[in-house]
């Protein structure tokens, strides 16, 4: 029970300075954490769980895996895998993830899809959401998300993405309702080597969180990212290798009290 007590209240914290909410809404992908999570524009594979949206703009069907290991402890452990299918102007994808440990866990599986027209892709995902404590049981819910992403000029792109706009509760009998989080942001991109990203995020019942992030291409396949965000004392760095078929990206959250959170993440591209 200790071990309960003593999880639930560091994500509790971590909620605050990382993600804002829960861990439902926790950013997947390295490349996401490296520049604080400002991740609403993106087109890559990681936008399965970041934006559905972003989704259809991939190039290339795609198999992703992620690893984040908070602050040395296996109880704040998140993995997830996802399948993503791209095909004309569309993409289709599933996904898991998974958090916590026997004591407190949250795991979900997800399926989306995108559809690029125009400037503008837009894409709608449900997720099969189970939260499990022991000693208290289980609750099941299905969460809705959508998103998009329009291009408004080559180098100027906007998104916004919504989770749990039907205000899905943890489980049938809970009283409490999942978060409702709501997220916007700009990314301008003057060159392929380099992109700015700007980003609110704003939980219903919470404070808006203010995100920035920086992305720079140092050599052919070496890509250095960094970022801040408002209600956090954490610093963001991170470093990607992209080749033709492998994706490897690493970041790390540096936090001045509770010490470091490390995140790995692969995309293994498919053959078109």
């Given at each position: 029970?200790?071990?309960?007590?003593f999880?639930?209240?560091?994500?509790g914290?971590?909620h605050?300075a990382?993600a804002?909410?829960?861990?439902e809404?926790?950013?997947r992908g390295?490349?996401?954490?490296?520049?604080?999570?400002a991740n609403?524009?993106?087109?890559?594979?990681w936008?399965?769980?970041?934006n559905?949206?972003?989704?259809?703009?991939?190039?290339q069907?795609?198999?992703?895996?992620?690893y984040?290991?908070?602050?040395?402890?296996?109880?704040?452990t998140?993995?997830?895998?996802?399948?993503v299918?791209?095909?004309?102007n569309?993409?289709?994808?599933v996904?898991v993830?998974?958090?916590?440990?026997?004591?407190?866990s949250?795991?979900q599986?997800?399926?989306?899809?995108s559809?690029?027209?125009?400037?503008?892709?837009?894409g709608i995902?449900?997720?099969?959401?189970?939260?499990?404590?022991e000693?208290?049981g289980?609750?099941?819910?299905?969460v809705?998300?959508?998103?998009?992403?329009a291009?408004?000029s080559?180098?100027l792109?906007?998104?916004?993405?919504i989770?749990?706009?039907?205000?899905?509760?943890?489980?049938r009998?809970s009283q409490?309702h999942?978060?409702t989080v709501?997220?916007?942001?700009?990314?301008?991109?003057?060159s392929?080597?380099?992109?700015?990203?700007i980003?609110a995020e704003?939980?219903?019942?919470?404070?808006?969180l203010?995100?920035?992030?920086?992305?720079?291409?140092?050599?052919?396949k070496?890509?250095g990212r960094?970022?801040?965000?408002?209600t956090?004392?954490?610093?963001?760095?991170?470093?990607?290798?992209h080749?033709?078929?492998?994706q490897?990206?690493y970041?790390m959250?540096?936090?001045p009290?509770?010490?470091n959170?490390?995140?790995?993440?692969t995309?293994?591209?498919?053959?078109k």
């Amino acid at each position: 029970m200790r071990w309960l007590i003593f999880s639930i209240g560091l994500m509790g914290y971590f909620h605050i300075a990382e993600a804002q909410s829960g861990t439902e809404t926790f950013p997947r992908g390295a490349r996401s954490m490296g520049m604080a999570n400002a991740n609403v524009t993106w087109n890559d594979a990681w936008s399965f769980f970041n934006n559905i949206g972003g989704l259809s703009r991939l190039e290339q069907s795609q198999i992703v895996f992620g690893y984040d290991h908070r602050l040395d402890l296996e109880e704040l452990t998140t993995l997830s895998a996802a399948a993503v299918f791209q095909k004309n102007n569309a993409a289709f994808g599933v996904g898991v993830s998974s958090f916590g440990s026997d004591f407190f866990s949250q795991n979900q599986l997800g399926i989306g899809v995108s559809n690029h027209l125009g400037i503008a892709s837009l894409g709608i995902k449900i997720n099969y959401f189970q939260t499990s404590i022991e000693g208290f049981g289980t609750g099941r819910a299905a969460v809705l998300e959508v998103g998009g992403v329009a291009e408004l000029s080559p180098e100027l792109f906007f998104g916004a993405h919504i989770y749990n706009p039907t205000r899905a509760r943890y489980g049938r009998f809970s009283q409490d309702h999942l978060p409702t989080v709501v997220k916007a942001g700009l990314s301008y991109r003057p060159s392929e080597k380099v992109s700015f990203q700007i980003e609110a995020e704003k939980d219903i019942l919470l404070d808006p969180l203010l995100k920035m992030g920086l992305e720079y291409n140092f050599f052919n396949k070496v890509w250095g990212r960094t970022g801040v965000a408002s209600t956090t004392r954490s610093l963001f760095f991170g470093i990607g290798f992209h080749g033709k078929s492998l994706q490897i990206d690493y970041a790390m959250t540096q936090h001045p009290t509770l010490g470091n959170t490390h995140h790995f993440s692969t995309n293994i591209r498919l053959r078109k």
